[in-house]
């Protein structure tokens, strides 16, 4: 998959994910796909991430749980207090409500197909077909 033709660079997505395998792979396959990724375990290091390089990212793809409490929800709101980004949650809890998301974000089920995954980048917008 490529980056969006239309835009003069690659999309920046920023992945958070407490687990170091889930970030490597997720990140691996979104940079497969042309994407340019910042990976992080919790919300303050992707916002240091951020930081550091200066660009406003194009989408988050965040898991619902992560340590010290917070939770995805929490940062993606932190995230897009500074910038309006399209987000997807991603959770390993069995327990979770379906597709349809917590608090109005798309929720995807780890392990995560990548069909699935890709479809709902492109449903955000952040990937062309």
Not at 43 to 70: N, Q, T
Request: proline content about 8%.
């Amino acid at each position: 998959m490529k980056a969006n033709r239309g835009a003069s660079s690659p999309k920046l997505v920023v992945v958070i994910d407490d687990d170091p395998l889930v970030l490597e792979a997720t990140g691996g396959l979104l940079r497969s796909w042309g994407c340019l990724v910042v990976t992080a375990d919790s919300y303050s290091a992707a916002l240091a991430c951020l930081a550091d390089i200066k660009r406003r990212p194009d989408m988050i793809v965040c898991d619902y749980r992560l340590p010290a409490g917070e939770t995805g929800i929490d940062a993606i709101e932190g995230l897009r207090s500074a910038f309006e980004i399209p987000a997807l949650l991603i959770t390993g809890d069995p327990g979770s409500p379906p597709s349809a998301g917590i608090g109005g974000y798309h929720l995807l089920h780890k392990p995560v197909n990548p069909s699935v995954f890709r479809s709902a980048l492109v449903d955000a917008l952040v990937l062309q077909r």
